[in-house]
């Protein structure tokens, strides 16, 4: 091997190691950070309620680590409730607030986290998070560590927490309406070609590839037919404004607008008391979805809300408001954070204001 050549080598040997031992670095004094703050925890004994899926791979391994750390830390009130098929997230925290508890962590993917958000908003409980889903996109966006489970306990079970808005999407031709409310949304609820993307994803080939496996399935719906409605906001300042006739490929509602690698919606707040609107749609085939990830490249470079000056085939609305309401030509299938509800002809969409407390990372 020619003398440049090896230097070249040692060098990039070097420098991986710097960066492998800066990125260890970093997590040994988060590992510190969260410690410092079990620490400090008052000693009043709050009690516990995990609530977790058990068809997670990882559940059970979490459950005997959460079991461990609780009594390495002297939390004696802790309990668990496992979700079933007739039994959800929500089922479970109304469960665990009935029997005393006084804190309910969701551990679980955004299913998980979604249907107990659903139980707690409007509540006086606060919620934790421990991350073991696919996605976990909520507790990315609130920066809850992922893919470190002492690291997600030591926040769940310390006391720096936030305010939080919950989205609603109601199907207003369904009877099924969550006690009149709607369906929560932490992250983002839509109707169109992303329901359909997620509703096809083979959950095998998730647990595989994990994100790809939602691309794979986007491939086949690229060339579904559209939508066509009637869809009236009200914006911020409780101006209602009505577009008739509107053609799209997704409608979108977005709490959170960040997901690994991409901005969909760089000015959404989980705070702000606003849902961030989306309108897309494309045209001329492959180009068009080639456009749009432009677009969506250009959000996430400049974290703003803009099209890509150089696309030509897609379109990219957005709007805020605190309600939408749609009417749609046919039926579309929607979903909430991932879960499909079915398909619907009327939805609405609204807010509730900083309505969810969530254990989060104290700042510095």
Known sequence: MPIPAVVILGILAVAAIVVTAVVLIIRAQRRHRFAMQILTRDDDQLSYAFVINPSKPQAAAARERIQQYCRDKGIREFSFIETQLDRDGKACARMAL???ANVVVAVGGDGTVRTVASAMASSDHVMGIIP????????RNMGIPVGDLDAALAVATSYGSTQVDVGRMALLDQDDQEQGRGHAF????GIGFDALMIDDTDPNLKKTVSWLAYFISGAKHLFAPKYTADITITRPDQVTQTNTSVTFRTFMAGNCGEIPGFSLMPDASYEDGILDFEIIDTSAGLIGWANLFGDVMHQTITRKASQSPLSTNSTIV?????KAEIRLEKPALAQVDGDILGETCHIALSVEHRALNVRVPQSD
Do not use: D, P, V
């Open 98 to 100: 009935e029997r005393g």
């Open 132 to 139: 073991i889903g696919t996605g976990n996109l909520f507790a």
């Open 186 to 189: 932490l992250i983002i609820a």
């Open 318 to 322: 957005q709007l805020q408001g605190t």
